[in-house]
């Protein structure tokens, strides 16, 4: 299961770029199976409230996060809402993307996904 918030729709392109099921973040939203997290950056480096909240009730099952940016901003903020977000949680920052990202950042959260969100579930179920 992937979890995304996408404002102007990079993230949903990304989204649509991995082979797995996908349900968009809204408040009351809560889950109970292993998923990877997808962001934008809002603000200054920061986490997009909604996602902010929905991972205040979710934090259980979260196995990764991908973030999308845009590098314009500069280092310091660039992806910032991954970084803050894998440090809260503990979880791997899976991929930074700029903006929409390139093939090899679909293969590596694909692989990523396959690995360790999707074995996971596989375990729970045995
Ligand atoms: C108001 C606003 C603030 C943003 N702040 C940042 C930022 O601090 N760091 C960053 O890397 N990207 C920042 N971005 C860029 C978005 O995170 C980036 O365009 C992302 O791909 C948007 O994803 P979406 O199209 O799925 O909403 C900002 C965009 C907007 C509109």
């Given amino acids: 299961m992937i979890a995304y918030a996408s404002r102007t729709g990079n993230v949903r392109y990304i989204v649509s770029k991995i082979k797995a ?24 480096g920061d986490v997009p409230e909604k996602v902010a909240r929905f991972l205040e009730q979710n934090e259980q099952w979260c196995k990764g996060v991908v973030v ?21 949680y503990r979880i791997p920052m899976v991929r930074k993307l700029d903006l929409r990202g390139i093939q090899a ?7 990523f996904y396959e690995t360790r969100v999707l074995d996971e579930n596989v375990f729970e179920i045995k």
């Fill in 105 to 111: 950042d679909y293969e590596a959260i694909q692989q």
């Fill in 21 to 44: 099921e996908a349900i968009e973040i809204q408040d009351g939203l809560k889950l109970d199976k292993p998923y990877l997290l997808m962001t934008y950056t809002d603000g200054f």
């Fill in 68 to 88: 999308s940016g845009n590098s314009n901003f500069g280092h310091h903020v660039f992806g910032g809402a991954g970084e803050k977000i894998a440090n809260a």
